[in-house]
DNA sequence: ATTGTGTTTAACAAAATTGTCAATAAATTT
DNA sequence: AAATTTATTGACAATTTTGTTAAACACAAT
């Protein structure tokens, strides 16, 4: 009657496995059999139910588009001051990039073989909208002057290249998984500091 | 006598190649056949020179290591001014950037397959130095007081990442080639007025 | 119990990728 | 020019990875 309880769906199983392996670990050229391994099932279950690995991934690489989407979409339309917009997005991201660490680069990845990016009609209505906005606080002396496009990218920068570049990040800057965890955990304040005029 | 004048020295040819091919077009996971496609030479001469087709990888990724430091140290060491210092590395790296847009992302690859970052020594031996000028520099007031490290974190975030993540940034945005170039262009002006206390 | 449906498995085949080796070609040394 | 070394090539073998298929299994409906 309701979803089921059990670990079944070996379908869903699957898919979220492979989301882990990619976006999680950063394995992004996982065998089928290392997918297989990993989600604890038989290998040609893979193409008994995505048909082939190239569909797999398909899939999963719509999946991040969504994710992405959605976190942008419910800070966009929220009834909050920007400030705080830009304050509980800061919390989502960093929320999410605890399980998923790697979801940027991976659709990068992607996107250098060749996939890409669909439904950008709904992702420029949402960016519009935002763009007004950050055009607003400008003129309202909470923010520096610029095009609002570069507010956005400082703003995604500040927040996403820590993350998706933890590896070589944490090893040339000699930190420690914990000292770099200290680190991530006090970039929220930095950011609202380097983003908002005091 | 001299260094080959002709385009021989098929070794790095096939190196060079294979930096275009990861750090120039993202193409991580090429063949050794693609890779050789691209240099327009026999396959089995990557055995010849490297051995095996990790070999060849792990070479790349140590190149790509030592070119990071390059960067990095010439700014260190110079005898100019901080401000001047952050200009120029700007500079070089938009320049680099040219080239080799995916190099950081492809350490990051690399990083998340087990091979790691060598001389690590070395570069806290240029970090240490380089804290010390930003904190004074913060005690002078040019820059807002922070941690060093997430100042640095600031600096190569507002740099790296648009560039890094131009395939998706500029799909998602809704940008041309042109339109996202004009934009890296842009960019100097606004993370130096971003970093820097007006 | 049997039939039917969907799931899982192992064995196999096919494809793709890498690595080896001996033969050839080119260049250098003697 | 002959000999020697170095570079290049094609054919082949080995390995890795993917995809297919038929059989086994589970389980519900008849």
Redesign the interface.
Known sequence: MSAKITDQDTEQLIKDTAKRVFFG?????ATTQEIADAAGVNRTLINYYFRSRNNLFDIVFQDAQEQ?HNILEEIVFADISFKEKISRNLDAFFEQSKKYP?L??Y???Q???GN??KD?EH??LL?DKFYLEVALEMERGNI?K??P??F???F???M???V??????Q????FTKESYDT?LE??KD?IM??LFIK
């Open positions: 670990e950063g394995r992004f050229n992405e790697y940027e680069i659709m990068v990845t996107m250098n073989q890409c990016y950008k992702m420029n960016l520096h610029m095009r496009e570069q956005v990218l400082n995604v920068s500040l996403s290249f820590p998706s570049m933890r590896p070589l990040l090893e040339t800057m000699g680190l006090e970039r930095v500091n380097t």
